[in-house]
């Protein structure tokens, strides 16, 4: 368990890390803001894009062995991108990050979700899971500015390779070996890449109207291309004999309703985090140390409301008003946020803001898990676990450059690249989208089954034969 918490300690690290680095890092390598947002989509959609089918690769192939395989793909990718000389070779660094990252976190929580049984028992590992996702989020915004600050931006990618390298060879020692699948299935290699460059495709689209404006033609055609490779991979998942995703998988209306919640929630927070980075540092001058402290008390809040609280209120009221009550809280947060100012004093509207969205993060990330892995039968824990994971990633990328492409549509400094103290006008209306994508993940709550949140999902999730083996409750023991 210590070593799974770890490889998503690490994975979760490496997305907040270097966003306080950011400034230094377009500073020093010659980059607009628009441009380094790719440093985020780079490593965010090559991760969410190939998280379903590492969890399917691990189910087949034996989920240790790709553990241990992603943990030094990204560790040996972090090392590249310390030591890349142009921008270019840091970006190709970070979408090899995200291989190495999908290949580690779809493996680490299908092992959860197979050592486990339903119950306490898998609802307290995943409380632990997410409270350590919870407090790398936190650390590695505070590590970022204290890396950054004391040596320089390289050290924040530098940071991985010990953490990937340890965890690796002591997963070889001390993690017994599972597979769930047999390989004449095999890979459904078309479903991964139509979906993965959908979502490239797509992202580059809006990155593009960052600049340029939502109607160009660099921002539309790519648009329209990634839904047509959308529509492509449900084409291919239909007809495919082993599919990525099965569509009755999703047609379980908790499996839908949670994942739906947790796209929306983490492009609330993914776009939010980037637009406070950039706030804190390059209109409030805070220094990039500063900023990264600024974000502890969210980082703490995650941490005891996963660790502690998420579970708790799941067995105690339900799945659907603990996520109701998450979005309803981070919806308030997002409001607070779009009343800061060009002279904002910190106390009055970014912590209380922070605290309030941190609130509603860490109750709704463990609940999200147990819900999107609750009455899975054998061989479908890569599928659920990869399936919960790629919303949370898709949503994060995704987040930053759809409420960018706001901001910028309603501040001319930001289109032309510059962050001033005119942005704030833009940042006000980025933060109304996303308690409008709040809102959105209130009513998938509210969508899901009863007080227990599992009943009514048909017949054929009655029966689910326990793991055995090295994944039976007895070797999780």
């Known amino acids: 368990m210590g070593l799974l918490t770890i490889g998503q300690f690490v994975v979760v690290l490496d997305f907040t890390i270097i966003q306080i680095a950011l400034p230094a890092i377009r500073t020093s390598l010659h980059v607009d803001v628009a441009g380094s947002t790719w440093l985020i989509s780079g490593y965010g959609l090559v991760l969410a894009g190939l998280l379903i089918l590492s969890g399917r690769v691990g189910d087949i192939y034996g989920r240790k062995k790709f553990f241990v395989v992603g943990l030094l793909v990204f560790g040996a990718s972090s090392f590249a991108g310390g030591v890349a000389p142009s921008f270019e070779v840091l970006l190709a660094a970070r979408v090899v990050q ?56 390289r050290a924040v990618m530098f940071v991985n390779v010990p953490i990937a390298i340890i965890s690796a060879i002591l997963s070889v020692r001390y993690i017994g070996e599972s597979k769930g699948k047999d390989k004449s299935e095999g890979l459904d290699i078309p479903g991964a890449a139509a979906v993965t460059s959908g979502l490239m495709v797509l992202d580059f689209g809006l990155t593009n109207a960052l600049t340029s404006g939502i109607a160009d033609e660099l921002s539309i055609i790519p648009i329209a291309v990634s839904g047509c490779l959308f529509l492509g991979f449900l084409f291919i998942e239909r007809r495919s004999r082993s599919p990525l995703v099965s569509l009755g998988f999703l047609k379980r ?145 995704l987040g930053v450059t759809a409420l960018m492409t706001v901001a910028s549509a309603f501040s001319t400094q930001l289109s032309n690249g510059q962050v001033t103290s005119a942005a704030v006008t833009g940042f006000h209306y980025a933060f ?43 070797a999780a023991n």
């Open 98 to 153: 995200g291989v190495g990252a999908a290949l580690a976190a779809a493996a680490g929580l299908s092992l959860i979700v197979v050592y486990f049984p339903e119950g306490e028992r898998r609802n307290r590992a995943l409380a632990v899971f997410t409270a350590a996702a919870a407090g790398a989020f936190g650390a590695g915004l505070i590590l970022g500015g204290v890396l950054t600050a004391a040596f320089s931006w």
């Open 432 to 474: 109304i989208v996303a308690a409008g994508l709040g809102g959105l993940s209130f009513v998938m709550a509210s969508l899901m089954h009863g007080r227990n949140d599992t009943e009514g999902q048909g017949k054929e999730e009655e029966t689910k034969t326990p793991a055995s083996g090295v994944g039976s409750p007895r």
């Open 253 to 397: 209306r908790t499996i839908l309703s949670a994942n739906s919640a947790a796209l929306s929630t983490a492009a609330c927070v993914g776009g939010m985090l980037f637009i406070m980075v950039l706030y804190l540092q390059e209109v409030l001058k805070y220094s990039v140390l500063l900023s990264g402290l600024a974000f502890a008390p969210a980082g703490l809040m995650n941490f005891v409301m996963g660790g502690f609280v998420s579970r708790s209120l799941v067995e105690r009221v339900g799945m659907k008003l603990t996520l109701a009550f998450a979005a309803a809280a981070q919806v308030a947060g997002f409001v607070w946020f779009s009343q800061i100012s060009p002279n904002q004093d910190y106390f009055s509207v970014v912590l209380p803001a922070i605290l309030v969205v941190s609130l509603g993060t860490g109750i709704a990330y463990p609940a999200f898990r147990i819900a999107a892995t609750s009455r899975t039968r054998k061989g479908e824990e890569g599928m659920a676990s990869g399936l919960i994971n790629t919303s949370q990633q898709i949503g994060s990328p």
